[in-house]
C-alpha cells in the first residue's frame, strides 16, 4: 500500500494507557516525510480514562475529512483483543485486520512497548524504508527507550509475510 | 523561511499566539482546548492557567487595555462562566487586541452538553472566525488579533473537538512580531460602562457589526468551490471537510467568518445553484440566518443536530435519507483508574448510603459502577451548592445524608463562593464538603492549578491552601485525611459529621495516582 494516487485510510485502536495515540502519531509523521498529504484524528480527555481508544490517520494526495468514514478502514490494527469487535465495522471489505495473534507476542519483553510491536506490523504493509520508521520512533520517545522499541518494532514487522 | 510540519489545530492556535506577539495566554483547561496554553508556554510565549474562564478573559481584558494582545483558552461550557465579561467587552472592547477560544464539543466526547458557540456570537454581539483545520487555525488566528484592533472588538474563535484534535500539515510563517510594551491611554467613555456610556458603546457596537460584514463580503474568510449547479453546499469549520469527501461534484461556500454573516455572497451563491443545502455541525445557526434573511436555503433534518457529523451522515443529509442511525457498538466505558484516590472515598460515600451531590472532574466517574456513587452533577463548581439546596428541602433523614464532592480545582474554579453560602445560609443540618484533593487537574491532563503549588510549566508558585481559605470563610470544621490509607477512620469521621448540625469540610488528600510520577519529574528539572 502507499500509492499516490488515493486516499490510505489507517484505523488503531484499543483502550487508554496502551499508547494508541503514540502508533497513529508515529504513522502520521512518516507519512507526511514520505511527502502525503496526512491528516489523523482521534478524542481526549474522558474517554481516555482506560476506556476505548481508537485513532485514525489518512494520507495521500489530498485528504479532507480527518475522520476515516466508516467501514472504509483499509488497515485496521487492534492492540487489545476484547476491541477488535467494536473496531471491526470500521473495516472496509477486503481491508487488513492486525491483532495481536500476528505478532510475537511471546517475544514481548516489556508490555509498554506493545504498540511498537503493533507499529512494526503496520510498517510491514507500506513501502517507507525501515530507517525513516525508526528515525520518526526515536523522534517520538526518550534514548532510554530506543533499544527496547526498535527491536520491538523489528519483531513486529518481520512477523508479517507480504 | 516559513516551515511545513504536521500540527493539530490546538499547536497551530499556539504557534500563532506566539508568532503574533500575543503578551499572554491566559485559560482554564478543558476538553478540548486544553493544549493550547500548554504548546504556547512550551514555544517560549507567556501563558497562565486561571482558576476560572471569567478570571481568564478579565485579566486579558486588562492586558488588551494595557494596549498589548491577550489570548484566552477554554471549553464551549467555560464560556457561560465567562459570559458575564464577555457581554460588556463587546460594547467597551479594548484598544489591544482581544480573542476568545471556544473549544466547542459537538458529541460530547468529554463535556455535559453540546451547546452551540455561535450563539454567544450572535447574543453578545461579537465577531467569531471559525477555521476548519490546523492551517486555517494558524492563518486566522493572526488575522483575528488584527481585526480585533482595527474594529476594537473581542473576536470569538470558535474550535469543534475535530479541529482541536486532528493534525494536518501546517505551513507556519516566518515572521514573529514581539510581544507590545504595554501603556496605557485614558478613554473613560470606551472603558467604563456607566449607562450614559454604554448608551453611546452600544450603537457603536452595532455600526460595527456593519463594517465587519462588509469586510466579510469581500471574502477573505470565504472560500467557493465551482462545481454542478445542481447541488450547492454552504457549510462551515470540519462540516466542509466531510462535505468535500460526501459531495465531491458539488458547488460549495464555506464560511470562515461566521459571524456576521456575509449575507449577499451567500445570497449570490445559492441563487447560482438549483438546491442550496446548509451543512452545519450543532445547531442550525446558518439555515435559520439564512432563511430568515429571505434566502430559500435546505436545512438539516433534526436527527443531525445531535452529535458530530461525519462524511457518511453527511451523505445521509444531502440525500434526504431519514433511516434512524444504529447507535455504534459499545466500547469500554472510562472509569476511574486502578489506584485512584477517588476509590477509597466512594466506597465509604456509597456505603453509607450518601446522597452525593458531584461536581466535575475525573471523580464524576463515580457514577458507574462499582461505586454508582454519585446522585448529581450539573456544572462546574454546582456540587456544593446543590447540595446545600437538597438539604434545605428535604426532610431531615434525607437531609443528613447529603454530601458534596468536589475537587481541588473545580474548588478553586468556582467552588470557593458555595462555602461561602453554607457558612452565611447554613442548613438546619448543617453539611458536609469532601474535597477530593488529588493535586491537580487530572480529567484534562494532570494541569497545574492554584492549590498545587506550581505553575502552568510546573515551575514553584505560592500555593492558595484549601484548609486556610475555607476556616478563613467561617466552616465549623476542617479535617485532612487520605481516605486510601485511613479508610475506616474516614467513614467514622464523615458518620459523626453527617450526624452533627455542622458545617465540614473533609478534605481527602492523596496525589493522583498519574500525576505521581510526573511531579517527581518536576522537581528533578529544577
Not at chain 1, 120 to 129: T, V, Y
Not at chain 2, 233 to 242: D, F, L, N, R
Not at chain 2, 282 to 310: H, Q, S, T, Y
Request: aromatic share 4%.
Amino acid at each position: 500500500m502507499g500509492c499516490c494516487c488515493n486516499t490510505i485510510n489507517v484505523t488503531v485502536a484499543g483502550l487508554g494507557g496502551q499508547g494508541v495515540l503514540k502508533v497513529t502519531d508515529i504513522l502520521a509523521e512518516v507519512m507526511f516525510q514520505a511527502g502525503f498529504d496526512v491528516k489523523k484524528s482521534e478524542v481526549h480527555g474522558m474517554s481516555q480514562r482506560g476506556g476505548s481508544v481508537s485513532s485514525e490517520v489518512r494520507f495521500g494526495k489530498k485528504v479532507a475529512s480527518p475522520m476515516v468514514p466508516e467501514g472504509e478502514s483499509d488497515i485496521l490494527a487492534v492492540l487489545e483483543p476484547t476491541q477488535i469487535e467494536t473496531n471491526l465495522g470500521k473495516l472496509r471489505k477486503g481491508g487488513v485486520l492486525i491483532t495481536t495473534d500476528d505478532i510475537p507476542l511471546d517475544k514481548l519483553t516489556n508490555p509498554k512497548a506493545l504498540n511498537s510491536m503493533m507499529l512494526g506490523a503496520l510498517a510491514a504493509h507500506f513501502d517507507q524504508p525501515d530507517e525513516l520508521w525508526i528515525n520518526v520512533l526515536k523522534a517520538n520517545l526518550p534514548a532510554k527507550l530506543h533499544e527496547l522499541n526498535v527491536e520491538m518494532f523489528n519483531l513486529g514487522k518481520n512477523a508479517i509475510k507480504r | 523561511m516559513s516551515c511545513k510540519l504536521l500540527a493539530s489545530g490546538n499547536e497551530a492556535v499556539a504557534m500563532a499566539a506566539f508568532d503574533c506577539g500575543v503578551k499572554l495566554g491566559v485559560g482554564y483547561p478543558g476538553t478540548p482546548s486544553s493544549e493550547i496554553l500548554d504548546e504556547l508556554s512550551r514555544s517560549g510565549g507567556a501563558a497562565q492557567w486561571a482558576p476560572n474562564e471569567k478570571t481568564a478573559l478579565e485579566v486579558a481584558i486588562g492586558v488588551a487595555f494595557a494596549n498589548c494582545r491577550a489570548l484566552v483558552t477554554m471549553k464551549h461550557v467555560g464560556l457561560n462562566v465567562a459570559a458575564d465579561p464577555l457581554f460588556t467587552i463587546a460594547y467597551s472592547g479594548t484598544p489591544g487586541g482581544l480573542v476568545v477560544i471556544s473549544a466547542d464539543d459537538p458529541g460530547m466526547a468529554s463535556s455535559q452538553n453540546e451547546q452551540d458557540n455561535r450563539r454567544y456570537a450572535i447574543a453578545a454581539g461579537v465577531p467569531m472566525l471559525e477555521p476548519a483545520d490546523s492551517q486555517e487555525c494558524y492563518d486566522f488566528l493572526k488575522r483575528a488579533f488584527e481585526i480585533s484592533e482595527a474594529y476594537r472588538r473581542p473576536v470569538l474563535f470558535r474550535l469543534t473537538t475535530r479541529v482541536c484534535h486532528s493534525k494536518c500539515v501546517l505551513e507556519r510563517g516566518s515572521d514573529r512580531l514581539a510581544p507590545g510594551a504595554g501603556h496605557y491611554e485614558r478613554d473613560a467613555k470606551s472603558s467604563v460602562m456607566i449607562p450614559a456610556y454604554a448608551r453611546i458603546a452600544h450603537r457603536k457596537l452595532r455600526a460595527a457589526l456593519h463594517e465587519l460584514e462588509k469586510l466579510n463580503e469581500q471574502g477573505e474568510f470565504t472560500r467557493e468551490i465551482r462545481k454542478s449547479a445542481d447541488l450547492g453546499v454552504i457549510t462551515s469549520g470540519i462540516a466542509y471537510q466531510h462535505v468535500l469527501d460526501a459531495a465531491p461534484d458539488a458547488s460549495v461556500l464555506k464560511i470562515g467568518f461566521s459571524y456576521p454573516l456575509p449575507m449577499e455572497t451567500i445570497r449570490r451563491f445559492a441563487a447560482s445553484v438549483k438546491r442550496c443545502v446548509v451543512v452545519e455541525e450543532g445547531d442550525p445557526v446558518m439555515a435559520d440566518a439564512i432563511n430568515a434573511a429571505g434566502i430559500k436555503v435546505e436545512g438539516k433534518a433534526e436527527m443531525f443536530r445531535f452529535g458530530e457529523l461525519n462524511v457518511k451522515r453527511v451523505r445521509a443529509l444531502l440525500a434526504g435519507d431519514l433511516t434512524p442511525e444504529t447507535p455504534p457498538v459499545g466500547g469500554k466505558l472510562p472509569a476511574l483508574c486502578p489506584g485512584c484516590p477517588h476509590r477509597k472515598t466512594y466506597e465509604v460515600l456509597r456505603d453509607l448510603k450518601c446522597i452525593v451531590s458531584g461536581d466535575i472532574g475525573c471523580y464524576t466517574l463515580g457514577v458507574l459502577p462499582p461505586f454508582e456513587a454519585v446522585d448529581t452533577c450539573v456544572c462546574m463548581g454546582a456540587s456544593i451548592t446543590v447540595g446545600l439546596g437538597l438539604r434545605k428541602a428535604l426532610p431531615e433523614a434525607e437531609a443528613r445524608r447529603v454530601v458534596s464532592v468536589i475537587g481541588d480545582s473545580t474548588f478553586m474554579h468556582t467552588g470557593v463562593n458555595g462555602i461561602v453560602e453554607m457558612v452565611y445560609n447554613r442548613p438546619a443540618t448543617g453539611h458536609v464538603v469532601v474535597i477530593l484533593d488529588n493535586s491537580t487537574t487530572a480529567m484534562t491532563g494532570l494541569q497545574e492549578n492554584p492549590s498545587t503549588g506550581r505553575r502552568l510549566d510546573h515551575t514553584p508558585a505560592p500555593s492558595v491552601s484549601i484548609e486556610k481559605t475555607v476556616l478563613g470563610i467561617g466552616v465549623d470544621h476542617v479535617d485532612v485525611i487520605d481516605t486510601t490509607a485511613e479508610t475506616e477512620k474516614f467513614s467514622e469521621l464523615l458518620r459523626q459529621r453527617l450526624a452533627s448540625n455542622d458545617t465540614s469540610v473533609i478534605i481527602a488528600r492523596r496525589p493522583c495516582i498519574l500525576a505521581l510520577a510526573k511531579i517527581k519529574t518536576y522537581g528533578e528539572a529544577k
